[in-house]
């Protein structure tokens, strides 16, 4: 199957400090989508990225897929507790979805 | 809209008993799947079905069995129940051009 990886799995910041979860593919993607994992929740979608060196900002949010369209990244600026959860990636080579493993992020107040 | 649903939330199981979990979506999506959850290992594709009719394998599809006899419904059989297939389930779908997944609410699964 589609090999994703994604770092780091755990991450801790204090509420204020930025965050950057990172998604690899050893494969070049036709697109790339983010989900939001919250505790005890289920993963709800974010965005979808689809040109090589897109950009896409969703207020402290930022999202940005790779020019050789292997990799991506999600960044968040100033945390805050609202942001807690695990983040997915997700490429969809055809019909089928794999996640990378997520980035588990806890926001310390 | 009800999206997807999928039932029962929590069940426990005897290892070497068999289940179904339910799972159907109302927004006429074509795609459907099926993924597990366990710590550590993120979200891992059981079984998908692009259509009625037509079902595959995903990642991890040992001990489970799917069907999918209509757009609406895709549930997922575990046969004989053991304690590796305790985890969280999600069945999902996705569908248009925007091709975004919406998942059920997850099932809990707990084989002793």
């Known amino acids: 199957g589609q090999q994703v990886m994604q770092i780091p799995q755990y991450q801790h910041v204090q509420e204020g400090e930025d965050f950057t979860t990172y998604c690899n593919s050893s494969?070049?993607?036709?697109?790339i989508q983010w989900y939001k994992q919250r505790p005890g929740g289920h993963p709800v979608f974010l965005i979808q990225?689809?040109?090589?060196?897109e950009v896409k900002k969703q207020k402290r949010l930022t999202f940005q897929f790779g020019e050789a369209k292997k990799n991506s990244s999600l960044h968040i600026t100033a945390t805050q507790t609202t942001d807690v959860g695990t983040y997915f990636c997700?490429?969809?080579?055809?019909?089928?979805?794999?996640f990378g493993t997520g980035t588990s992020l806890t926001v310390i107040p | 809209n009800a999206g997807v649903t999928q039932t029962p939330k929590f069940q426990v199981l005897k290892t070497g008993q068999s289940m179904t979990l339910q799972c159907a979506q109302d927004?006429?999506?074509?795609?459907m799947s099926w993924y597990r959850q366990d710590p550590g290992m993120g979200l891992r594709l059981i079984h998908y079905?692009?259509?009625?009719?037509?079902?595959d394998q995903g990642e991890v599809p040992n001990g489970y069995n799917v069907s999918r006899s209509t757009t609406e419904d895709f549930p997922l059989r575990l046969l004989s129940a053991a304690p590796s297939q305790t985890s969280v389930y999600f069945c999902?779908?996705?569908?248009?051009?925007?091709?975004?997944?919406?998942f059920g609410e997850g099932s809990w699964l707990t084989v002793v």
């Open positions: 999902a779908s996705s569908g248009g051009t925007a091709n975004t997944i919406y």
């Open positions: 079905s692009v259509g009625a009719g037509i079902t």
């Open positions: 927004m006429n999506h074509e795609y």
């Open positions: 990225l689809v040109k090589s060196g």
């Open positions: 494969t070049t993607l036709s697109n």
């Open positions: 997700a490429c969809p080579p055809g019909n089928q979805f794999y």
